[in-house]
């Protein structure tokens, strides 16, 4: 195991003991304590096994999972700060439709492999987002009757 | 044979179109490599809204019986298993199509899964009126036992490692604790408004199967699919069906073990392919042929992981216990519509559970003819660029968990769950104990509490939980599984997993 994956790994079952911890502190201290029976249970084992987790990887004995290197996390970045700021903003402010649709075409531009430079491709993905659009509204605001945010043009 | 009172249910003109649409759709979206079956079914549960409860499962059931058959189609053009399922179809089935067999290699896949579908099945219809009359006898603690042995049989044996896997359904418990609670009306662990309902099921499931997917087609950047789509050439069908019934052994072995993995809970799919396919060649007088465009090897791997589908439901509609990914998220399906599984699906709902298991038998035939006509065009959506998957997708994700409440609370959850499980499964957990945490904790805590207060009222909690024969057996089997997944680990001879076989299909492709 490289250095890399074993910090990350230190890192991310550190975060799971963190959890554990802060679920088992939760479920002893508060009240009623009848309600909570049942996930002081499972959060103490949920602490044991997270410790152990976390031993595992600070003595670098950790076997499973390889990690991420640096440029899948390059290649993942921009497409989940697109998704999240999709999700956490602007389907709320802009409207289901207009953000899915600004969403889609970012997407599509970040990550379709074909040319930047030709003006053909980006007809193509203009012509991909808008019918993506339309089976999405034709979908879920006519067959489904969904009533999404629609706050900008619909 | 009650069944056949509901056969004709399925022939509705609804009814059957929505079978048919399920098929067809289930086979194209097999195709496509990324979207597994599980997946497509989580991403379909919000359009059986509107839905009967029959008409829903109609729809989910052949989105997941064909979107297993359909991942053949691009393991065998394209050399892309559409889902782990299909990892060993693609052995032998991409070189029959290299070698100009594709067509053959086609029909003989539908045709073997069909035969493989049709008997999983039937065990489906003979096996689950009796096991559902037999969960009768079973109390709290019996329940209690089976929901943490749906947990820890997958936590343990569905994962790489035993621990993170146990420590995957510890989270997906936890997960299931957070809101108020049924007996005291408590708070429990709402750190923000969008969880004070506690964790929807069906957008956790989008969340959880669909957001990790998208993550990892952006991992991979800007990357163009260089497979070439292999050319069929025409090959008569009734020579087809002759290889495929004069293939005995291998069509048997498939068939058996596919039913037989189903049954337990955790194994899976990709795990039946790969089984089937590694004992027939060791029991063909042909073995040295297997991996070279073998026809033997492509019956045995695609009847085993269509075989698997039937017997996978068992445990989920007789012991409300689902036993893969798939089938909770079935029980997702049939707990939006207010049924829940069990005898009380048979007595109450005798109409939906028929109805749902006849259209899955009549699906696979559907399946079979349609599995040819639409290959072609399954094998040209399986190139779609990742870009558009991803996009298409995460759209999807959003605008379906937002349909379960209009609640902008269900996409929040549903991102950050999905988001958090990409980080939690590169690092070895596993999302299906933690769905199966998720599900069946309520089921688990609800007959821990009430056990809990039959024992208090006549004797122990210790006594209540841990005698009786069938408290013992499950918890024997509980310590077993654990144990023989923690010895395996040790010697490092561990089972084939879903995780070689994602690792084998990544490496395929």
Known sequence: MTDLPRTQHIIASGLVAAVGITVAYVSYTQEPAAAFLFPRLISTVFVVLALWTFGKAVLGHTKVGNGLDRRSMMNILPGLIVALIF???????????????????????????????????????????????????????????????????? | MEFLAYFGDVFTPINFGLLLIGTIGGLI??????????????????????????????????????????????????KIPG??????????????????????????????????????????????????????????????????????????????????????????????????????????????????????????????FAIPQVITMFAKGRKSLD???????????????REVFSRTRALTIGTLSGSIIGLIPGVGGQIAGLVAYDQSKKMSSESEKFGTGHSEGVIAAESANNAMVGPSLVPLLTLSIPGSPTAAVLLGGLLIH???????????????????????????????????????????????????????????????SYSVQNSMGDVYVMMALGTGMYFLERFGFSAAPLVLGLILGPIAEANFIQGSMIANATSSVGQYFFTGALNLTLITIVVASIAYSAWMELRSRRYTTKDDAIEKEEALS
């Open chain 2, 227 to 241: 497979a070439e789509v292999l050319t069929v050439e025409r090959h008569p069908i009734k020579d087809a069906f």
């Open chain 1, 87 to 154: 999700v956490y903003w602007a389907a709320k402010q802009l409207g289901f439709y207009t953000a899915s649709t600004a969403t889609f075409f970012i997407l599509l531009s970040l990550y379709d492999p074909a040319s930047h430079n030709e003006v053909k491709s980006w007809i193509k993905r203009v012509i991909i987002t808008a019918g993506f659009l339309a089976v999405m509204y034709g979908l879920f605001a006519k067959l489904l009757n969904v009533f999404t945010p629609r706050e900008i043009f619909f």
């Open chain 2, 29 to 78: 979206l097999g195709a496509t490599p990324g979207l597994s079956p599980t997946m497509a079914v989580a991403l379909l549960i919000p359009f059986t809204f509107r839905l009967e409860p029959a008409q829903g499962l109609i729809l989910l059931g052949a989105a997941y019986t064909s979107t297993v058959a359909g991942g053949a189609v691009s393991a065998i053009l394209l």
């Open chain 2, 338 to 400: 207010g049924i829940f599984p069990g005898s009380d699906l048979f007595d109450n709902y005798p109409d939906v559970a028929w109805t749902f298991i006849n259209s899955m038998l009549v699906g696979q035939i559907l399946m079979c003819i349609f599995g040819l006509y639409v290959a072609g065009l399954a094998a040209k959506v399986a190139q779609v660029p990742n870009a558009v998957m991803a996009a298409v997708v995460l759209g999807l994700a959003v605008f379906g």
């Open chain 2, 83 to 208: 889902a782990p399922a299909n990892i060993a179809t693609t052995l032998d089935g991409h070189t029959m199509a290299q070698k100009g067999q594709g067509a053959r290699a086609l029909q003989l896949s539908f045709l073997a899964s069909a035969v493989g579908g049709v008997f999983g099945v039937l065990l489906l219809i003979f096996l689950t009126p009796v096991l559902a009359q037999w969960a009768l006898a079973f109390g709290p603690s019996h329940l209690f036992w089976l929901a943490i042995l749906g947990v820890t049989v997958i936590g343990s044996l569905d994962s790489s490692s035993v621990v993170k896997g146990l420590l995957s359904g510890c989270i997906g418990l936890w997960l299931a604790t957070i809101g108020f609670d049924d007996i005291m009306g408590a708070q429990r662990f709402i750190f923000h408004s969008s969880v004070s309902g506690g964790i929807n099921v069906i957008p956790a499931l989008i969340g959880l």
